[in-house]
């Protein structure tokens, strides 16, 4: 598992506001840290917004498909969560969910 890469997890169960069900993350840890723990960091990505709204939804395009990556919804998963990889999202679009991070997290 590597930053940037596109991997199927399922949120389920889930409770309150939080995103639920099966649907592809991004993993915005680097290493050493996706290889030495038991869980991953993780964006998840959406097709159901119309819209971006910088911090909290970036612009991604994968698998042919216009969507989103939910930034407020960070979430360290336990591996055991992961499904299938899918792929990775562009070098540009990891830039962009990493200056929303800094925006969200107020790291600057």
Known sequence: ???????MVNFDPQVGAEI???R???IVEREPFTRLRRTATV???SAA???????LLIATRF??????????????CDKRRFGRQLGR???AEMEQI???????????
């Open 63 to 76: 698998m042919g498909q216009a969507g989103v990556a939910v930034i407020d919804q960070l979430k360290a």
């Open 98 to 108: 990493s200056q929303a991070l800094v925006d969200l997290l107020d790291l600057a």
């Open 43 to 45: 964006i998840p990505l």
């Open 49 to 55: 917004y119309a819209k971006t709204e910088f911090p």
């Open 24 to 26: 592809p993350t991004v």
């Open 89 to 91: 999202l562009s070098d």
């Open 20 to 22: 639920k069900k099966l």
């Open 1 to 7: 598992m590597k930053r940037g890469e596109v991997w």
